[in-house]
């Protein structure tokens, strides 16, 4: 089982940045996909960045060039960059994983909200 914790979560203007953290509670290593989805009120949640065990990012295309997925296997940390963040990224974001076992895990969820 893994266990994800996700902060960083607040308000913020639009054309502004915040940096998401998720914290898994076992190594990276056992890891085969790791992902950043969000739900807005009243929308199916979606997949906002991926990334696999070999380094593979994938991003949904509203955030391409936008926002940056990355991992620090060190501290068994996944981070989700957002710059020039837009009124419709406002929703709650969810760390997930999918095991080498291929078990699905979620986080709690954080909420960013864009507004002026």
């Known amino acids: 089982q893994v266990q994800l914790v996700e902060s960083g979560g607040g308000l913020v203007q639009p054309g502004g940045s915040l940096r998401l953290s998720c914290a898994a509670s076992r190594s990276l290593a056992s890891i085969k996909v790791l992902g950043w989805y969000r739900q807005a009120p009243g929308k199916q949640r979606e997949p906002v960045a991926i990334i696999t065990a070999g380094g593979t990012k994938n991003y949904v295309d509203s955030v391409k060039g936008r926002f940056t997925v990355s991992t620090d296997n060190a501290k068994n940390m996944v981070y989700l960059q957002m710059n020039n963040l837009k009124v419709e990224d406002t929703a709650v974001y969810y760390c997930?994983?999918?095991?080498?076992?291929?078990?699905?895990?979620w986080g709690q969820g954080t909420q960013v909200t864009v507004s002026s």
């Open positions: 997930q994983t999918v095991t080498l076992n291929n078990g699905w895990y």
